[in-house]
């Protein structure tokens, strides 16, 4: 398995360096999934935690981020 570093930096990559947009995304998707949301990942994830599973999402390509838009 991969570490986390480098994870989250292929995770950074997907959301143009934006440390903070990925801390959003991973933490959006990480309730999604701790009330039910079905992992998109095709491995085991049963002994994963769900930061770790949507890290690995956002990482994959798998979740598309696309940022914030004002709503005015």
């Keep these: 398995m991969e570490r986390l570093e ?3 930096s292929r995770a950074l990559k997907q ?3 934006d ?3 990925l801390a959003i995304a991973v933490g959006q998707r990480a309730d999604e999934l701790s009330k039910g949301a079905k992992p998109l ?3 085991n994830t ?3 935690k769900y930061t770790d599973i949507a ?7 798998l979740l ?4 914030f838009t004002d709503k005015k």
């Excluded at 598309?64 to 940022?67: D, E, F, Q, S, W």
């Design 46 to 48: 049963q002994k994963m």
């Design 6 to 8: 480098e994870r989250i």
């Design 41 to 43: 990942l095709s491995q």
């Design 64 to 67: 598309k981020i696309n940022g």
């Design 15 to 17: 959301v143009d360096n």
């Design 55 to 61: 890290i690995d999402e956002i990482a994959g390509g």
């Design 19 to 21: 440390r903070y947009v």
